[in-house]
C-alpha cells in the first residue's frame, strides 16, 4: 500500500485530492502537508495526519516522509500563473527549487514523486491546434518557464538516479470545494460564482480565445491513474498533454444561459491574463496520455456546467 505525502495539500487539487487517496483502499497513510500560512479545512484535519511542511525546508520534507514511510510525494506547491507575474522570484524558488528539495529527498529515501506542469509549458511558438505531445516549450510567463525546467529535471532524475517521476500537463481546472489559486484559468471559476449569485460577470478573458480545460474529479483521476500505472508501457514521464474539452468564454456563457436565461456576462479584458491565455493553446492533442496509461475523461462541458451550478447552488448564494 503507497503512503502519500502532498505538499500544498490546502490549495485547490490538494485539497481534494487529499480527501480522494484516503477514501481510496489502493493508498494507506495520506499525510496532508500544507503551509501555516495556508490551513486546511476542517474535513481534512479530521480525516488523518495534516504537518506543515514548507517546500523550501528539504530537511522538514525527509523528516515527515520518515515519519510516515512514505513512498510517494505530490508535490503540489506553486505559485500559479497570474501571481506568478508578480511574485517572479517567488515562483522561481517554489516551483524549481522546491521541486529540487522534493527530488533530492526522493533520491535519498527512495519515493516516486508527481509534480503537475501545465499548459503554460507552451508559447505563441507552439502550434495551438491538436498541440503536439513532443512540440516547442519555449514560454513567456515565469510560470511557464519553472514548468518547463520542472519537467526537465524530473525526467533527469528518472535517467541519473531512477527516481520514479511523473507528471501531467493539466490545463485550466474547474472545482466548486476551493477556488483557485491566481491562475489565468480562473475566469471559468469565478463566472459560476456569479451566475448563482445572480450578479453579471466581468470576464478578464477576451470572447475568442480558446483555452483547454478539465473538471476536478477528471485531474484527481489523472494524478492517481498516472502513478498507478504499469511503468513499462510509459514512454513518456514528464509530462503528458491531457484534456477534457476546450472553450472561449463566449461558449461557457451561452452553457450557462441554456440553465439560466438571465445570466449576464460583460468583458473587462485584464491584459496580463490576456497576454497568458493568447500565448496557450486552444487544443491540446492528448493521445499519449491515453495510449500510454490510459487517460480518459469523464466530464465535458454540459456536464461540468451541470455539476457547478447544482454544487454552488447548494451551497448557497450566501455562503459564497
Ligand atoms: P493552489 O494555488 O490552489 O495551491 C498551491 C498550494 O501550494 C497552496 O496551498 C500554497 O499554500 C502551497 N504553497 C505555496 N508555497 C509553498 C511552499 N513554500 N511550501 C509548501 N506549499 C506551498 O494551486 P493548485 O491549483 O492546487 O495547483 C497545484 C499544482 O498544479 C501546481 O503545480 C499548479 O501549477 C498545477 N496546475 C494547476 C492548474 C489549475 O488549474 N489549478 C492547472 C495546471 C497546473
Ligand atoms: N490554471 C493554471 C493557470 O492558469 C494553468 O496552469 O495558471
Known sequence: MKNVLVIGAAGQIGTELVATLRADDRFGTIVAGHTT?????????????????????????????????????YNLAALLSATAESKPLAAWNVGVNGLINTLEVARELGCAVFTPSSIGVFGPET????TPQDTVCRPKTVYGITKVTGELLSDYYFHKYGVDTRSVRYPGLISHETPPGGGTTDYAVEIFYSA?????????IAAGTFMDMAFMSDAIDAAVNLMLADPQRLKHRNSFNVTAMSFDPEMLAAEIRKRKPDFSMRYAVDPLRQS??????DAMDDSCAR??????????????????????????????
Open 196 to 204: 448563482v449569485k445572480g450578479e453579471t460577470y466581468a470576464c478578464p
Open 127 to 130: 502550434p495551438a491546434v491538436m
Open 37 to 73: 500560512r495556508t490551513p486546511l479545512p476542517d474535513s481534512l484535519l479530521q480525516s488523518g495526519p495534516c504537518e506543515c511542511v514548507d517546500i523550501l525546508d528539504a530537511r522538514r520534507i525527509a523528516e515527515v516522509v520518515k515519519t510516515y514511510n512514505v513512498d510517494t510525494i
Open 291 to 320: 495510449e500510454e496509461w490510459g487517460w480518459q475523461p469523464k466530464i465535458g462541458l454540459s456536464e461540468m456546467v451541470d455539476i457547478m451550478l447544482s454544487a454552488l447552488e447548494k451551497k448557497g448564494a450566501g455562503a459564497l
Open 276 to 281: 497568458i491565455a493568447s500565448s496557450w493553446p
